[in-house]
């Protein structure tokens, strides 16, 4: 079912045309200068607009749905309908019931708001409560005066991100459709993935600028500005990497972490180990920008006394790390499963003698983004989740590991994990802002 469903999808929303990308200004300024709150709301309601009239018609009409209803209440959000708030309406209000409705080819989705509150200019207000005070009784009046012939709503066992109808209020909707169209009612599964994942242009151009800035965080926490060996532990490196992203206005999705390394020790030190002298530094590391999320892995060395670079065992297994990722970007292939891929690229590794684990995820409006999943860190075969096939337009944190023996260490078995974030446009994967190729490097200006 799922690979008939893909090829009718793949064919109605395959890679759009190349397309001027607009990046805001704001994102032109060096770090570690960021955009103000005011600056992007006006870039993220001007990419909902462009999402409305192209990613949603496109999906609803892929799918042959007639109407999307999709319903939350404050505090019990739903993944789909946070991403079509504009940017001042952070979240649901009281009860925020959206209808998604398509007239017909060459009309543009109509999209109306059953609720208190009214929506900016994204949403039609459709209810007067002095009118029909009856929520659901005016949703059920405006099913029936347009008869959809599939409803699609927002219930799914196998998504959460297509999950977010709770019981009571799939209840609510049921009870407002008129009886003899509820056999319409379907799950909104594909088109609510598809939404989410699919990425503008636009967004994209800003994605590379929000990367870079990650980046550029990274490399100022596994600094000597930063970390002075042998006092800083590895809590006062993750503390500072809060502290910087909440001076710089951004957000954490997750706390960041950092663990060590070391010589003779078999597992990775964190919390109130103390950094010192020839440790190897990794963190994992997200902010959220402009609504969209990175998802970044990369490595330091410390120096020690005479050093000007890592040894070489350890530079080998970055190299190690590198070469499982290009086993990995040349094996996207569209509308292959996330199964598919993952033993196609840890077939090309185990080949060239390395040692993979991949665990890679689709990345957008959150961290962990709908799509296909490709492997799991404690699962390498193929898996449910990993069935759903690769799309164009999509963006991807390409997450793994290479395990490697360090001679310099006597031979004392290392992960090397990086994760990069990058996009797939139908036919090649290109990193956002590039990837790590050399360790940060840690006590240079001793």
């Known amino acids: 079912m799922i690979r008939a469903v893909a090829a009718l999808l793949l064919l109605a929303l395959a890679a759009t045309p190349a397309a001027a990308q607009v990046l805001p200004a704001c994102l032109e300024r060096p770090f570690p200068a960021t955009c103000t709150p005011r600056e992007q709301a006006a870039t993220r309601d001007d990419w909902l607009a462009q999402r409305f009239a192209t990613i949603l018609p496109e999906a609803m009409r892929a799918h042959g749905v007639d109407m999307w209803i999709i319903v939350a209440r404050e505090y019990v959000e739903d993944p789909v309908l946070s991403t079509m708030l504009n940017a001042t309406s952070f979240h649901a209000r009281r009860r925020t019931i959206l209808v998604l409705h398509d007239p017909g080819p060459d009309q543009p989705i109509e999209r109306l708001t059953v609720s208190?509150?009214?929506?900016a200019d994204f949403f039609q207000s459709a209810?007067?409560?002095?009118?029909?005070?009856?929520?659901?009784?005016?949703?059920?009046?405006?099913?029936?005066?347009?008869?959809?012939?599939?409803?699609?709503?927002?219930?799914?066992?196998?998504?959460?991100?297509?999950?977010?109808?709770?019981k009571s209020q799939y209840?609510?909707?049921?009870?407002?459709?008129?009886?003899?169209?509820?056999?319409?009612?379907?799950?909104?599964?594909?088109?609510?993935?598809?939404?989410?994942?699919?990425?503008?242009?636009?967004?994209?151009?800003?994605?590379r600028a929000i990367v870079r800035l990650a980046h550029d965080l990274?490399?100022?926490?596994?600094?000597?500005?930063?970390?002075?060996?042998?006092?800083?532990?590895?809590?006062?490196?993750?503390?500072?990497?809060?502290a910087r992203i909440a001076e710089l206005g951004l957000s954490a999705w997750f706390h960041p972490s950092v663990d060590i390394s070391r010589q003779g020790v078999d597992q990775p030190l964190d919390g109130a180990s103390i950094i010192q002298?020839?440790?190897?530094?990794?963190?994992?590391?997200?902010?959220?920008?402009?609504?969209?999320?990175?998802?970044?892995q990369q490595m330091a060395y410390v120096l020690r006394e005479g050093e000007t670079d890592a040894p070489a065992g350890l530079r080998a297994g970055l190299k190690a790390a590198n070469d499982v990722?290009?086993?990995?970007?040349?094996?996207?292939?569209?509308?292959?499963?996330?199964?598919?891929?993952?033993?196609?690229?840890r077939g090309k590794a185990i080949a060239q003698g390395l040692s993979p684990s991949i665990y890679s995820h689709p990345i957008g409006y959150h961290g962990h983004g709908a799509g296909a999943s490709i492997g799991f860190w404690?699962?390498?075969?193929?898996?449910?989740?990993?069935?759903?096939?690769?799309?164009?337009?999509?963006?991807?944190?390409?997450?793994?590991?290479?395990?490697?023996?360090?001679?310099?260490?006597?031979?004392?078995?290392?992960?090397?994990?990086?994760?990069?974030?990058?996009?797939?446009?139908?036919?090649?994967?290109d990193y956002l802002d590039g990837r790590q190729t050399r360790f940060h490097l840690i006590g240079a200006r001793r």
Do not use: C
Not at 283 to 291: L, S
């Open 378 to 429: 404690d699962n390498q075969n193929p898996d449910p989740r990993g069935e759903y096939p690769l799309r164009a337009n999509t963006a991807w944190s390409i997450e793994l590991s290479a395990t490697q023996s360090v001679p310099e260490w006597g031979d004392q078995q290392i992960a090397f994990k990086v994760e990069e974030d990058a996009f797939f446009d139908g036919t090649r994967v």
């Open 171 to 207: 209840d609510g909707v049921l009870s407002a459709i008129p009886e003899a169209m509820r056999e319409r009612v379907a799950p909104a599964h594909w088109l609510a993935i598809n939404w989410l994942e699919t990425r503008l242009p636009d967004e994209i151009a800003a994605y």
């Open 127 to 166: 209810w007067d409560p002095e009118q029909q005070p009856d929520q659901w009784a005016r949703l059920g009046e405006i099913i029936a005066a347009r008869n959809p012939a599939k409803i699609a709503v927002n219930v799914s066992p196998d998504s959460a991100f297509a999950d977010g109808l709770t």
């Open 325 to 345: 990722q290009d086993a990995l970007t040349s094996s996207f292939q569209l509308g292959d499963s996330g199964n598919a891929i993952l033993a196609r690229a």
């Open 218 to 242: 990274i490399a100022e926490g596994f600094s000597d500005a930063f970390i002075t060996p042998g006092k800083t532990t590895a809590d006062d490196v993750v503390w500072r990497f809060r």
């Open 277 to 296: 002298p020839g440790d190897l530094l990794w963190t994992d590391f997200g902010i959220t920008y402009f609504g969209l999320n990175t998802d970044t």
């Open 116 to 119: 208190r509150y009214g929506l």
